[in-house]
């Protein structure tokens, strides 16, 4: 049956304006960064001409480049840990049932979610202090305190994307092929894992872009040397407007539109794939 | 029995890593800071006492409250606590009255649409929030971008102080926040009955009137989770008051970091932590009570 219309069509003028206004307010400040990488002048205001003179003074930063590099590793040893950690508590919740210390679990796995991040920076580094005098480590703090406090961060997000994934799965398939003599890690390896590999990717990038983005977690366990890309310009914009991070911004939304770009192209092949 | 012992073990054994990690690098940090919060300042490294001594084959507990019994005399902590949960607040609500229009038109939109209005809506988030508050420092300063367009336009004549007023600090957690209220409401309208909608049609109701009786208390779930996930963070933000805000902008993240790493002061920046953890407490109780009756009413799948 044809439903009808008048629910469903609100009314045009406020339809326009509340997403107009809206995704104008989103995207304003990434259009002005972009627009503004490539201007002339030093200003935000005033428009003197193309130049990519703030790209080519981005490139000659050794600080920046350097603390860029120490980045993406910290990203990437991130995301794959928050991954693998992540997946294995959101297959727990969703497919353990209630076990002793359930409410524990959940509320562990989801505290990072609502937590300010200064509250984790500060326990975090009050641990590594305690540790280092009671045992002589970690010593000195760097990447692997950092990698440590971002992994803690980042795994509750992937295995809040995990959990609703494997929630949604179809069971019939796994306890098909548990009838058939497979092994639960059989079964977990060959059927669970390539289903929700789709939402694995996604909680990768997310803890990844997360770590990429953090400056709190990263101030309070970083040592002599560590120093990261996002608390450099954190420390460089703070007192002002510095032209070189217009152009790293660029950069950077031109990085996350190509990945955009390729996943859902991807996306798309896999649906044309399947139907 | 043997078996079910074995399987027992073996179950622990798979569930136990990621609690393992939890455990460690979550709970036990925290229980540390309740500890510190409760230790004196000292000099030296680490700047506190311990909590516990051993005089005279003797084990001693001394329990310190200066940075509690501080944070309550000092009037600057109990505005700071009071001025966060009031930005929240108002920060959530201002979410609420642009991210409801927007999550229910997207929610309402033809679905080849709905789905690129709802991407535009999530892309920002792959991009980092350090450099997107960092726009509205050029946007918002005397000589950016907003004064230069309202004063060509002769809106005004001289320009408006906003960057680093608390006026600043609201536009960029809505800002920042946005995104996190309408994708939980998103979710829960574009789930709703919308034969319920037509129901109420039928028996003559106004479109205002069925929004109001319809579809506003279907929603109130995707409105709380909302509410949450953007007032949460917020009372502890650091980043965005300190790009923003003035020196007269106090929120607790900035308070915290202070004491920490100006003052080194790590009992009362501890202290300060165990209270506001416990303010947001309250809220993160009623977002739990919330998610489990959503749950429920899903079924309980």
Known sequence: MARRLAPNAPSRLGQWLALGLGFLFLYVPILSLIVFSFNDSAMMTTWSGFSLRWYKSLFQDAALLNAAWLSLQVALMTATAASVIGVWAGYVLARKGKFRGFSLYVGLVSAPLVIPEVVLGISLLLLFVELDSLFGWPGQRGMFTIWVGHTTFCMAFVTVIVQSRIRDLDRSLEEAALDLGATPAKVFFKITLPLIAPAIVSGWLLAFTLSLDDVVIASFLSGPGSTLLSPEIFSRVRLGLKPEVNALATLFVGAVAIVVLIASAVQRRQRRFQS | ?301
Request: net charge neutral.
């Open chain 2, 1 to 301: 029995m043997s078996t079910r012992l074995a399987r027992l073990r073996s179950d622990a054994i798979s569930i136990a890593p990621p609690f393992v990690w939890l455990v460690l690098f979550l709970l036990l940090p925290f229980i540390l800071v309740l500890k510190i919060s409760f230790a004196d300042l000292k000099f030296g490294v680490p700047p506190y006492t311990s909590l516990t001594e051993l005089k005279d084959e003797a084990l001693s507990l001394t329990l310190h409250l200066r940075g509690y019994l501080l944070l309550l005399s000092d009037s600057l902590y109990v505005s700071t606590y009071i001025n966060s949960l009031r930005m929240a607040g108002i920060t959530t609500l201002v979410c609420i009255l642009i991210g409801y229009p927007m999550a229910y038109y997207i929610a309402r939109a033809p679905e080849r649409i709905r789905h690129v209005l709802l991407l535009a809506v999530i892309l920002p988030f792959w991009t980092s929030l350090l450099l997107r508050v960092y726009a509205w420092v050029g946007i918002l300063r005397s000589d950016g971008l907003l004064n230069s367009l309202l004063m060509n336009l002769g809106v005004i004549s001289s320009p408006l102080e906003i960057y680093r007023t608390d006026l600043a600090v609201y536009i960029g957690l809505v800002y920042a926040y946005l995104p996190f209220f309408i994708l939980p409401l998103y979710a829960t309208l574009v789930k709703m009955d919308l034969r319920l909608l037509d129901a109420a049609y039928d028996l003559g109701a106004r479109p205002w009137r069925a929004f109001l009786s319809v579809t506003l208390p279907l929603s109130m779930p995707g409105v709380i989770s909302g509410a949450m996930l953007v007032f949460i963070p917020a009372v502890g933000e650091y980043v965005i008051p300190e790009m923003l805000g003035g020196a007269d902008t106090l929120m607790m993240g900035r308070i915290m970091w202070s004491e920490f790493f100006t003052n080194a002061d790590w009992p009362i920046a501890s202290a300060i932590t165990i209270v506001m953890v416990s303010l947001l407490l309250i809220p993160l109780i009623v977002f739990q009570v919330n998610q489990a009756h959503r749950y429920q009413s899903q079924g309980g799948r």
